[in-house]
């Protein structure tokens, strides 16, 4: 598909014949003029152009450093014509500047600076002319580049397995189960009793996949559960608060503590022991019982059915666990792997891959190779711009 502005075979040909037609023309003009075209002439031009501008000298030093840059501009132009890199013309018009700058003349060897502007501005206008045509020819090659490199890219996208519609949903139920099953989780949290909600997190916790964290090294929830299983009726209170009741105990004071649930060391040392795993699980909350669309299908056909048989065990607020029996029951007979990786090759090639589906994506590629052929036919009649400026073309 043609990217806007960039180059057309048939653009390139008329603009390219043009600028080699207007290159001859300019180059007659200068034909024979040794220095001229190649810059020569420009870098003498200016170094007498900054002698005379820096010309304003008042003691005896500035004048004998002016005296010096004058000698080795003389000297170089000597060498230039010698060399027959600057023609003679050119040589007596640099020559005569300098001379009038060497008698302190600056409005002389001004003027005679000004009388090679008219040939310096032709020598410029065929190298205006060079660049321009060097820069179509470049673009075209640059075009052809990347339509090749495009074409090679898309001719490796495979087909998807399902359309864009069904990858789009899938990503919608994953989406839908983690969030209902994020607010079962965390409605769980606050409002199951301790002493329920404690044993099933520990359960959870134990290599099931499910998400809720392990007790870290140096946590030991064991006082904790031991504590929450006295069935001593002072210790109701402690046992009926939910888990987040239990996070907010260590900021109770001890008088407050021995008051409303029993010994306060206690329950204290108890929470102490398992506090880092009690923490872990409140800064995992939103994410423990998370599944993404891009995990590994065989990691998900492990997870998923113990997530769903743990959101089961949550109690019903939601269709979390429905939810998740359906992604599950997709996990068993392969239409989540399909889902998957169409969501993975829309997601990695966006447009390229919907067309893909569509079998609109040949269509464009056969454009493309097309467009690269015709651009490099037109390109194969017209010289390279190394060619052309060496005066070949």
């Known amino acids: 598909m043609a990217s806007p502005g960039a180059p057309s075979a048939d653009t390139f040909e008329s603009e390219a014949q043009g600028l080699l037609d207007a290159i001859a023309r300019a180059r007659k003009r200068v034909d024979g003029v040794a220095g001229l075209v190649d810059g020569t002439l420009d870098r003498f031009r200016e170094r007498v152009d900054r002698l005379i501008r820096e010309s304003e000298v008042d003691n005896w030093r500035q004048v004998r450093i002016f005296t010096r840059d004058v000698d080795a501009i003389a000297a170089d132009l000597g060498k230039a014509a010698k060399e027959k890199r600057l023609s003679l013309r050119l040589v007596a018009g640099l020559d005569a500047s300098l001379r009038k700058a060497r008698k302190r003349d600056f409005y002389g060897a001004r003027k005679a600076w000004r009388k090679l502007d008219r040939v310096a501005e032709q020598g410029a206008e065929v190298r205006r002319l060079q660049i321009s045509y060097r820069e179509g020819y470049r673009a075209v090659e640059a075009r052809i580049r990347q339509l090749r490199a495009q074409v090679d890219r898309l001719q490796k996208i495979p087909k998807p397995p399902s359309s864009p519609e069904d990858a789009q949903e899938f990503n919608e139920r994953v989406d839908a189960f983690n969030g209902a099953a994020t607010a079962a989780y965390l409605d769980f949290l606050a409002r199951s009793r301790a002493d329920q909600a404690i044993p099933l997190l520990l359960e959870a916790s134990q290599g099931t996949g499910i998400g809720v964290p392990a007790p870290p090294p140096g946590s030991d929830p064991e006082p904790l559960l031991r504590l929450l299983n006295n069935a001593s009726p002072q210790g109701e209170a402690f046992r009926s608060r939910s888990f987040y009741g239990l996070l907010e105990l260590p900021g109770y004071s001890d008088a407050k503590l021995t ?100 079998g609109t994506l040949e269509k464009d590629v056969e454009t493309m190779n097309k467009e690269a052929a015709k651009l490099a036919a037109v390109l194969k009649r017209f010289p390279d711009p190394a060619k052309v400026e060496s005066g070949g073309g």
């Open 259 to 358: 008051h409303v649930f029993g010994d306060a060391r206690l329950i204290r040392s108890a929470l102490d022991s398992g506090w880092a795993w009690l923490k872990a699980i409140r800064d995992d909350e939103r994410r423990s019982l998370q599944i993404q669309w891009s995990e590994d299908v065989t990691v998900l056909k492990r997870r998923t059915p113990s997530i769903v048989g743990f959101v089961d065990r949550l109690g019903k607020l939601n269709d979390a666990a429905e939810r998740g029996r359906e992604l599950a029951a997709a996990l068993q007979d392969g239409r989540f792997d399909a889902w998957q990786s169409a969501a993975r090759l829309y997601a990695t090639h966006g447009d390229s891959a919907v067309r893909k589906w569509r």
